[in-house]
């Protein structure tokens, strides 16, 4: 669901009404919606084409194409998929310009400071999107006492669309240790080699 919401000045209504007709019409055409099909770590990783565990640097907007985007810059710490300069910037649909502000269900949004593993595409502009959204980010958390680190799925609390049982369920991974979640992206990037084309 895309939300806009504006001052209350003439010009920034009809800037609303023109803003809302644009992201619709992107997403009509692109196909794209807030209705995502679950997908595994495995099926993320063979989609992905860089994998990486990052630092949250700084997040900007501003409008590209008729659209607002919000564009994060993140500090590589490894790669575990792809090749990946030390510093990546991703855009996501959505954020505040002036006195616009878009949101779209299911868009991810960071903090500065915190550590993430992202599953990303190049998009045509030279930067980054994330696959399936909320599905490809997973925060990363320090246990105080033992110094464990987990990563939680941004999904563990959105419905994902899961055709096996044909609902929407929410679901997603919570708290594994980030070792076996890298694990599981090798394991599937190593079947992914191992096929015959």
């Given at each position: 669901m895309i939300h806009i919401r504006s001052g209350n000045s003439a010009r920034w209504r009809v800037a609303m009404a023109a803003a809302i007709l644009t992201m619709l019409a992107a997403?009509?055409?692109?196909?794209?919606?807030?209705t995502l099909a679950r997908m595994s770590v495995a099926r993320m990783s063979r989609t992905a084409q860089v994998i990486v565990r990052a630092q949250c640097e700084a997040n900007s907007t501003?409008?590209?194409?008729?659209?607002?985007?919000?564009?994060?810059?993140?500090?590589?710490?490894?790669?575990?998929?792809g090749e990946a300069p030390a510093q990546i910037s991703v855009r996501l649909l959505?954020?505040?310009?002036?006195?616009?502000?878009?949101?779209?269900?299911?868009?991810?949004?960071?903090?500065?400071?915190?550590?993430?593993?992202?599953?990303?595409?190049?998009?045509?502009?030279?930067?980054?999107?994330i696959v399936s959204w909320e599905q490809?980010?997973?925060?990363?958390?320090?246990?105080?006492?033992?110094?464990?680190?987990?990563?939680t799925q941004d999904t563990a609390a959105l419905a994902?669309?899961?055709?096996?049982?044909?609902?929407?369920?929410?679901g997603g991974i919570v708290r594994m240790p980030v070792d076996s979640l890298h694990a599981q992206v090798d394991a599937a990037l190593s079947s992914e080699s191992g096929r015959k084309p």
């Open positions: 997403l009509a055409a692109t196909g794209a919606a807030t501003g409008w590209d194409a008729g659209e607002i985007w919000t564009f994060t810059t993140f500090r590589v710490e490894e790669v575990w998929r959505g954020g505040r310009a002036g006195n616009v502000t878009t949101s779209v269900a299911g868009i991810p949004r960071f903090r500065p400071g915190e550590e993430v593993v992202l599953f990303l595409e190049r998009t045509e502009r030279g930067d980054f999107s490809g980010t997973f925060r990363i958390r320090r246990d105080i006492g033992t110094g464990g680190e987990s990563a994902t669309f899961d055709a096996a049982t044909r609902r929407f369920e929410a």
